[in-house]
């Protein structure tokens, strides 16, 4: 793999993922990392981070001297190519000037092998207050800013750069490039990661756990539940059984869209769990939005539960007891819970609201070094339904924290209907790519006046909530084409007769949640 030294911002996984659209594998370790630990994993690239930190305060994060003396190609970015300039001998100054944001930077020397057949003059993205002053004996400098003479600067012969700029953001013009230009330029690595690969690893890997026992996997429709289930039904045919809950929730087509068209295309061995009225049941009266979240969250785990002891009983008589549970875990889930570097201290994240909590099971994750893009390509190899290869997030409670008020059978069928018309609408005028997602919700408390026909009516509220997001910590309400919100309120209180108006939400997260609950 190509080692992503993680010097402690929020740059490490970003660094890591342009590495991987180089069709590089990449894999994300602490700076803590010792030489050692570097050689052992044959690295055929490192890439140092940028950080918050100066290099002159106290407990500034540093690098095991010994790293460099591996003898593998090393690209330091921003406060990765101060600290590979000080530890190499140059020069790294206080200068008390800071560069903050776009920045105007020049090449000199043509570029060298990093930077060269870009345009001697561009724009970087620049986050810094110390500066290069000096590049260390037998480097080159490649570029320089106003106020940064020492921007860029390689070593071919030793095969180090450094950049001083973050190439991994896209506000930095050419920022692809250099990684790409260190990658298979310069380190020689070939572009030869992709999707094909990674299924084909995965594959034996999982073979390799599981062997010839049996597994389940809990489905929920959405996209991370569906690739590794998927991949593991590729290993292990019908090892596997897949469960999915039915907890009436859903929109109009899920569970047929897992139902029909998942186990169309992955032939997997599916049990569908009715639990509908088990949760309008215990869902019955309650208007709070939390009791209604661990209400569902509670259900859930019962009703899987319950699938489980029919299985595990099922396998028992056969002799072949299930010893694996298919979880979705994701590579950010596993950095962010310092798990980057084996198997200890992982967060136990659950996709699907919830899973038992006392595992006599061992968990196969075969997303596990992948990010959410990397996971759709998978998906969309492994043949599976574009609907749920390209699904936006939708959570785990689902409608049920979509209607303000209490969750009944009639008010499910309102809330669906017009989601089904938002959908349909959205998708036809091509803005699912623009969108994170856009919740739909009924407020069914609320009434107020209309006029429809002759007559008035006293319906219902729909809400809106179309929202951009790049994580769903923050959002924005998405700046939606008129035409098309008036198409969709339009076939919405005309063709659901519950409903009589139809709002926008324009509030951004923070101060509101993407939910309505
Ligand atoms: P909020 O409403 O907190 O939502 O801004 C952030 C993102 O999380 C989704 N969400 C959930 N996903 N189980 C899930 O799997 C949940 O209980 C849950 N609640 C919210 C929400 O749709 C948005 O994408």
């Not at 489905?219 to 469960?243: E, I, N, P």
């Not at 299930?322 to 967060?347: C, M």
């Amino acid at each position: 793999p190509v080692l992503v030294v993680d010097f402690g911002a929020q740059y490490a996984q970003l660094i890591a993922r342009r590495v991987r659209e180089a069709s590089v594998y990449s894999e994300i370790v602490p700076h803590t990392i010792t030489a050692e630990e570097v050689a052992a994993k044959n690295p055929v690239g490192i890439v140092l981070s940028g950080g918050p930190s100066s290099v002159y305060e106290a407990g500034a994060p540093s690098l095991d001297e010994g790293i460099l003396e591996l003898g593998v190609p090393t690209l330091g970015i921003c406060y990765g190519f101060q600290v590979m300039a000080r530890q190499l001998g140059g020069e790294v100054a206080h200068t008390g000037l800071r560069e903050y944001g776009a920045t105007d930077a020049r090449l000199t020397d043509a570029g060298g092998s990093l930077l060269g057949g870009q345009p001697d003059a561009q724009t970087v993205w620049m986050s810094h207050g110390d500066s290069v002053a000096r590049a260390p004996e037998g480097f080159d400098v490649l570029a320089s800013t106003e106020s940064t003479p020492v921007a860029a600067f390689a070593n071919d012969e030793k095969k180090f750069y450094g950049v001083q700029w973050h190439p991994e953001v896209k506000h930095s013009q050419h920022g692809q490039a250099v990684i790409e230009n260190f990658l298979h330029r310069a380190a020689g690595i070939p572009a030869d990661w992709n999707s094909g690969n990674v299924i084909a690893e995965q594959v034996e890997r999982i073979r390799e756990q599981i062997g010839s026992a049996r597994v389940i996997s809990a489905l929920s429709g959405g996209v991370d539940s569906a690739v590794s289930t998927a991949l593991v039904q590729r290993a292990v045919g019908d090892q596997l059984t897949a469960v999915f809950v039915d907890h009436g929730l859903l929109r109009a087509g899920e569970r047929q869209q897992v139902e029909e068209d998942y186990v169309a295309a992955t032939g997997v061995r599916l049990i569908t769990v009715d639990a509908a009225d088990t949760f309008l049941a215990a869902l019955d009266g309650v208007s709070d939005p939390e009791q209604k979240r661990k209400i569902i969250g509670r259900e859930f785990i019962r009703a899987f539960e319950r699938a489980q002891a029919d299985l595990i009983a099922e396998a028992r008589e056969a002799g072949e007891p299930i010893r694996f549970l298919v979880q979705g875990t994701l590579y950010p889930d596993v950095v962010e819970s310092g798990g980057g570097t084996g198997t200890a201290n992982i967060k136990s994240h659950h996709n699907v609201g919830g899973l038992p909590e006392d595992l006599q099971f061992e968990l196969v994750e075969p997303l596990r070094t992948l990010f959410k893009d990397e996971v759709r390509a998978i998906g969309r190899e492994l043949g599976l339904p574009e609907a749920i290869v390209s699904r936006q997030p939708f959570p785990g409670p689902g409608l049920g924290i979509r209607i303000v008020g209490e969750v009944t059978r009639e008010r499910l069928e309102i809330l669906r209907a017009a989601d089904a018309i938002a959908r349909a609408e959205l998708t036809a005028a091509g803005l699912d790519g623009e969108i994170w997602q856009c919740p739909v919700v009924l407020l069914a408390d609320v009434r107020s006046v209309g006029v429809q026909g002759d007559g008035r009516t006293y319906g219902h509220p729909i809400v809106l909530r179309p929202v951009s997001s790049e994580d769903a910590m923050t959002a924005d309400w998405t700046r939606l084409p008129y035409d098309v919100l008036a198409k969709i309120s339009n076939r919405i209180t005309n063709e659901v007769s519950e409903v009589n108006r139809v709002v926008l939400d324009v509030t951004s997260k923070p101060p509101g949640t993407i939910e309505w609950e």
